[in-house]
């Protein structure tokens, strides 16, 4: 649980998922999303999940929740976060059934058990929102304060330094050294 729920119901209508994604975009941060978004996608998603409509589908998904991230917190994105959200997008989307079919059904795409692509496109904005407020949660309550916060992103290169002991630690164990 991410308390992604208890921010999204304080919100508001004002704040939530539908109006931060009508709000106008700075051109810095619109260039850094566009550049982003290509390059963050987990990799091979589609070919894991056996629908590589699925993959497109998650990329423009990507695209929408970073756009509405920038609009909740002006100047708040950067580099970093466009990884986090894929992987909480793909995984949240991963583990919901569309329309009663595989889970990997997209908006352009339903699943051949999903009722309507009327149906399959409100499942799917109703999913990505939800994965919306959980990254909201999870940057805004879970993540250290410093995490992503610019230009060093201390939490950030903590957690790496982190996985690069842990890394170092276990190629050594697995090579016998």
């Known amino acids: 649980r991410s308390g992604g729920v208890a921010l999204q119901r304080a919100a508001g209508a004002a704040g ?9 975009l700075g051109e810095e941060d619109a260039d850094q999303i566009a550049a982003d978004v ?3 996608a987990v990799d091979d998603i589609g070919v894991v999940l056996g629908d590589l409509v699925f993959e497109a589908a998650l990329r423009e998904a990507l695209g ?8 909740r917190r002006a100047g708040g994105y950067c580099q970093g976060m466009n990884f986090a959200a894929s992987v909480v997008l793909a995984v949240m989307r991963a583990g919901r059934p569309a329309g009663g079919g595989s889970g990997a059904a997209s908006p352009t795409a339903p699943s051949p058990t999903a009722p309507s692509p009327t149906a399959a496109a409100a499942e799917w904005e109703e999913w990505e929102e939800a994965a919306f ?7 805004e309550l ?15 290169q903590r957690e790496c330094r982190v996985l690069q002991i842990l890394a170092r630690s276990e190629l050594r164990a697995l090579r016998g050294l």
């Open 64 to 71: 929408r929740v970073l756009r509405a991230w920038c609009a």
């Open 142 to 156: 879970l993540s250290p304060a410093d995490f992503y916060a610019a230009p060093e992103m201390a939490g950030l």
């Open 133 to 139: 407020w959980t990254f909201v949660g999870m940057v």
């Open 16 to 24: 939530s998922y539908a109006a931060l994604l009508a709000c106008e």
């Open 38 to 40: 290509g390059r963050s």
